[in-house]
Each structure stands twice: as structure tokens, then as C-alpha cells.
């Protein structure tokens, strides 16, 4: 049976008892699901948050990580400090760091291929806005972000690589692709992932899709071929939201 990636983005939200208190309910909640489980708190939740989800399946996520490994570089993480507080899986590359934070493809990548060469899994987010997808220019842009967000990478990395296909129109929006929509430009995706690293590397990737996923609308989206699980924000950040979204079957 398939397995899904179901990972929570806690943005800019929660106090580390806050966030300990969530941590902990979702780790007595979800000891019996089977699907690949990770929640992302802010940098100051990290080592609390790390210590209640120790011994547990879900594993631990930031949100964001500094390009270089150390040095003056102020305000920034580095995959070091990441890594010494039990952190597996970085966020990189997601619209909000794009777009209010000016983050470049370039950039990006540069943030990609130091996490996995220091070992950490990596979700690389990509997606266009409205008015690039109404202007036409959705796949150009996902197909972009994608292979400039890879570039270097090797296909024996790419186990440790998913791909978040998160249509900026409907992050934190209660819009939603249609899951046929989201299945078409995951296909896409994996399209674009098969020319860059052949057929079964693309086929064995996991492509998550991130937009208003809800309770509602998870089995419907996660049903779909080309959807391996989701990535969640909003509904990430209480356990009556975010438990059943993780136990949608
Ligand atoms: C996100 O920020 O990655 C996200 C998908 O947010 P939301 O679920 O709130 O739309």
C-alpha cells in the first residue's frame, strides 16, 4: 500500500508551551497512524518540540534554514543548529519566503543542496500565483522552480526530496484546487522530474500538495495518482483539524 507524507507548517504561531501542548496531543493522537508524519514549529519551539516528539513516528521540521553553514550571518539558522535539535526535514523555497522575503531560485537551491549534503530531508515548495496562472504561465513557473530548485542535485538525493506543489491563490485562502486540477499539475510536475532523472526516479517521488487542505477535502486530494500526501498550514495548528486530516483512511 501506498504511503502518504502528511507534514504541519506552524508559520509564525504558537509559544513554545503552546507549541509543546500541540506537540504533545498530536503525538498521543497519531501513535496509530501509518502515514509519514511531520510538524514544522517556529526556530524558538525547535528543541522543546523536538524533546515531545522523541520516540514518536512524527517527525521533526523547520520551516526555513540559512544558505551558508556559519558565520556572520545574522537573524539566519543553519543546518547545523537544525540538525543538533533533532530537526529531519526543512521547509525551503515555500511562497511566503518567495514572495515577502524576496527569495530566488538561486537562493533556494543554494539552501537545497546544503541541507542534503548535511543530511537533512528536504520539501522543496513550488507554484504559481493567479495571475500567472491566468496569464498562462502556471506550468512555465512550476517547471522553473523545479528544476532550478534541483539543480545539482543528484537522483541518488532524491529520496530524500518531496516536492510541495502549493498554488500561492490558495494558501491560507479556503481555496482549494479541485483535485483534478492538483492531480494535473503534480502529473506535470513528475513530467518535468522524469526529464531531469528518468521515468522511475520521477515515479518514485513524493509530491505533496499544500492549498486549504482540510478535514474535508484530504481523501478526496490524496485519492488522486499523482498526490502523495499534503502539506498543511492552517489546519496544521489544532488537533481536531489536523488529526483527521492525517487519519483521512
Ligand atoms: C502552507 O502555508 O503551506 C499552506 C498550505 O497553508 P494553508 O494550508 O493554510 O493553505
Redesign the pocket.
Known sequence: MRNYFIAG?W?MHKTVSESVALAKDLVAKLGDCNEKLMIAPAFTALAAVSEAVKGSKILLGAQNMGPEEQGAHTGEVSVFMLKDLGVKVV?LG???RRHSYHESDELINKKVRLALQHGLEVIL?VGETLEEREGGRLETVCKTQVEKGLAGVAAAELGKVTI?Y?PVW????GKTATPEDADAVHAYIRKVLAGLYGESSAKAMCIQY????KADNAAQLMQKPNIDGA??????LKPETFVPIAKFR
Open positions: 507548517n508559520k521547509i515555500h511562497s511566503e515548495c510541495a502549493e490558495a494558501i491560507g485562502t499544500g492549498g486549504s487542505v502539506l498543511v498550514g492552517g489546519a496544521s
